[in-house]
Structure formats: C-alpha cells, structure tokens
C-alpha cells in the first residue's frame, strides 16, 4: 500500500499533466532492464559496493546482521534492506547511489545493536560482540592509517596542502585514540570513536577531495566551449552527465543510439558531443572525420562537427 501511494500518486498526476512526459519516464526505466544501458553492471554489483556505501560500520555489522537472521522481530527490517538490494540488482543500470533507501533499515538494525554492546556485562553474546568489536577496531586503525598516508600523497602532489594536513591530524589521532582503547582493554569504546571519526574527519576529507573529483568530472569548460562555438544542440552518448546538465547553455540531448550521432553530426548546425573514454572508439569509429576532439580529459571526452578556431 505504502508503495502504490508514493509511486501512484506522482505517477497518476504526470499522466494527467503530461502524457508524453509520463511515456519517456516509462521508456527510461525500462531501458534499464537492457544490457546496453548507460551503467550496465553484472548483478553482484551491490554486494561490493554496499559494504563500501556503509563503511566504516561495516566490520561491525556482520554480527548484528546474523543475530537478526535469528531474531524475527528484526525480519521486518531484514526484509526492507533484501527487498531494495534485490529489486535493484535485476536491471542492468545500476549506481551505488540508487540504493540509499537501504540505508535506513541498516542503521536501524546496526545502530541499537552497537548501542548496547557498549555497555559492558556478562556472558557468551557480549564476549562475542568484544571480539567482534576488537576487529572492526583494528580495522578501523588500519583504515585511518590508510587514510593519513593517501592524504599526505595528496597534499604533496600539490594539490592543497593545508586541507591535507587537517586530514591527517583527525585521521592520526582517531587511529591513537582506537589502539589506545584497544590496548587497555575497553572494546566497548570503538562504536563511540568510529563515530566521532566519522563526524570530524568526514569534513576534513571533503574539502580535500572535492576539488580533485570536480576537476576530473566537472563539464563546466565543456559547457563555456559550447556556448563560445555557438553549440545549439549538447549531446551525452551513453552518459547521465549531471554536471553538463547543470553547465550546458542548451538543453542536453541523451543518445543511447551511435546511428544518430552521425545525422546530427553531419548537420550544418554546430553540435557538441560529451561521453565516456569507454565510448571514444565507438565515437570515432561511427563518425570518422565529422568528430574533431575538442577537449581530452582522460576520463571525459568532447568532440565537435567542426575543428576548433586556431588559437
């Protein structure tokens, strides 16, 4: 019922306001089913990545979840996070970020069962949950070691030096503060120093790592190119691009279709074209001698019908 009211509704408003509209909302999801969707992965995709969306607790929820395979007043819970990880493993399209809404049952799960392993006391479960607590802590260690080191590799590459030293400072007291705890004996602390990693070194990393991941996706000098050659009509072959939707002067044509490039290419309106280095070959075997690359940044590559002005 919950999910025909948030689907239906929204859904019964668009094909009223905007038919056509409601049909390519349609097509688009039901292109995620095919195997050349634009983020076509194998269906084990989640199951690494998802350890990854919720470290550092991760090493710390292994127990938790078994003891809630046991338990069936946490079924409910276990049931939400299967139901989103499975529905979205079926399409071929997939992203990290489509199954956030898995992280509220996990939490909900993790969260108490950490809660009350802090507290000290007797018996077979909370010995279990010391040693569980003593790994995830260790591993917590070599993780903020980890962290430190790459920020110093960072910052010497010269990329901003003061942000990296701030990330190193948080990462390397983190790391003492958890060995120390570990070595007095007090695993009942990790959950409470993860956390205050989390909310101190989060922020650190960030503006650390912002500025490096913006440069290497962002299409804002794509977007000033177009606009500076007279572009009426912005093309991403086979790529969401958020960030040329954001920058782009015109509106952005998706194309799944390489056929296509080629008619647009071979117009005499000026068209500019933004994909992936998985697809370069794919452009320029399509097009030949109508694509003139226009910007090459590794990852990204932009090509026009027309060769660059001199200069």
Not at 48 to 56: D, H, K, R, S, Y
Not at 237 to 265: K, M, T
């Amino acid at each position: 019922a919950t999910v025909v009211v948030v689907v239906g509704v929204p859904s019964l408003a668009i094909a009223t306001l905007d038919p056509r509209y409601g049909y390519g909302l349609i097509a688009t999801n039901l292109q995620r089913f095919m195997a050349h969707a634009p983020q076509a992965a194998p269906v084990y995709y989640y199951l690494l990545w998802f350890p990854l969306l919720v470290a550092p607790w991760t090493v710390l929820a292994v127990p938790v979840l078994w003891r809630a395979m046991r338990d069936s007043t946490q079924w409910p819970l276990l049931a939400w996070l299967g139901v989103v990880l499975g529905l979205f493993s079926l399409p071929h399209d997939k992203l990290a970020t489509y199954v956030l809404p898995a992280l509220p049952p996990f939490g909900l799960l993790v969260g108490p069962a950490l809660v009350r392993a802090m507290d000290e006391g007797d018996g077979d479960e909370e010995e279990e949950d010391d040693r569980w607590l003593r790994v995830a802590g260790w591993a917590h260690a070599l993780l903020l070691g980890a962290v430190a080191v790459a920020a110093a590799v960072v910052g010497v590459s010269g990329v901003g030096l003061g942000p990296a030293l701030v990330a190193i400072a948080a990462a390397g007291w983190w790391m003492a503060l958890t060995v120390v705890a570990l070595q007095r004996d007090r695993p009942g602390a990790v959950p409470a120093i993860v956390l205050a990693s989390v909310l101190t070194g989060v922020p650190a990393l960030i503006s650390l790592v912002a500025p490096i991941v913006s440069a290497q996706h962002s299409d804002a000098d794509a977007a000033a190119l177009a606009k500076q050659m007279g572009v009426r009509t912005v093309v991403a072959f086979r790529s969401q691009s958020p960030s040329l939707l954001f920058y782009s002067p015109v509106a952005v044509v998706h194309i799944d279709d390489a056929n296509l490039l080629r008619e647009l290419f071979a117009g005499d309106q000026p068209v500019m074209l933004v994909t992936g280095a998985r697809h370069m070959m794919e452009v320029e075997r399509v097009l030949g001698n109508l694509a003139h690359r226009w910007l090459d940044r590794g990852r990204r590559q932009t090509y026009g019908n027309r060769p660059l002005p001199a200069g």
